[in-house]
Each structure stands twice: as structure tokens, then as C-alpha cells.
């Protein structure tokens, strides 16, 4: 069974940084795109970067400048590193991993359980 687990969140003051971890653990053959997203209650989730098995990332305009994703490949692991926060930066943050369990396996979508960042202003 794959898991996704998240960790780094918490809470930081406008200005300050955060570094979110997510590491996918179980029977895992290949980690396609993978990435971030938040979630405000009340509102969609929204994407905040995402990077391929090739390094290309992908960032929403909001972050553009202050995020910084990365991942370590041999340990299955994304980085979204979070300088300069804002108070709207607040949100629950999601892992996200476009995965196949096998080379065989078509690749899924499979979602961390969040972590919640807070920005005070």
C-alpha cells in the first residue's frame, strides 16, 4: 500500500520560511509529476508547484519567487521550501504523486493527508 506522508508544516510570521517534506513509502516502481497543493475551507484546492521525473517545475504566480520545489528521487521525496511568507499563504498544504505501483501498473494519483501552514501577519 503507498503512503504519502507530509511533514514541516506549522506555524511561521510573515516574512519567515518553512520547508514542507513529503515522503511516498510502500510498493512504488516510478514517481511521475509530483508536487504541492493548498486548500483554504470554503475554496478549492489550488496547485501550488509541481515537479516532473525530469526536474521541470511549475509554479502558480503567487509563489513565483519566494517557493522553491525540489525531490530527491532515491528517497521519494518532494520539497516545497517557503521563503517570504505571506498571511495568504495560509492553507491546509497537499502532496500530491502521479505514481504506478509496478511498470505494468497504468499511473494514479495518490494525495498525502495535509499539513496545515499558518502565516501570522
Same mark, same amino acid.
Not at 1 to 9: D, N, P, R
Given at each position: 500500500?503507498?503512503?504519502?506522508?507530509? #511533514?514541516?508544516?506549522g *506555524?511561521?510570521?510573515?516574512?519567515?520560511?518553512?520547508? *514542507?517534506s513529503c515522503a511516498a513509502s510502500g510498493?512504488? #516502481? #516510478?514517481? /511521475?509529476?509530483?508536487?504541492? $497543493?493548498?486548500q483554504i475551507p470554503g475554496k478549492t484546492r489550488e496547485l501550488v508547484a509541481t515537479i516532473s521525473s525530469?526536474? #521541470?517545475? /511549475? $509554479?502558480?504566480?503567487?509563489?513565483k519567487g519566494r517557493f522553491t520545489i525540489s525531490r530527491e528521487n532515491a528517497k521519494k521525496t518532494v520539497y516545497l521550501q517557503m521563503s517570504s511568507l505571506k498571511p495568504e499563504d495560509t492553507a491546509v498544504y497537499y502532496c500530491h504523486a502521479a505514481l504506478r505501483v509496478n511498470w505494468r501498473a497504468a499511473f494514479e494519483d495518490y494525495w498525502g493527508q495535509g499539513t496545515q501552514v499558518t502565516v501570522s501577519s
Open positions: 500500500q503507498v503512503h504519502l506522508v507530509e #511533514s514541516g508544516g *506555524l511561521a510570521q510573515a516574512g519567515g520560511s518553512l520547508r *514542507l510498493e512504488i #516502481s #516510478s514517481i /511521475n509529476t509530483t508536487g504541492w $497543493y493548498r525530469g526536474g #521541470s517545475t /511549475n $509554479y502558480v504566480d503567487s509563489v
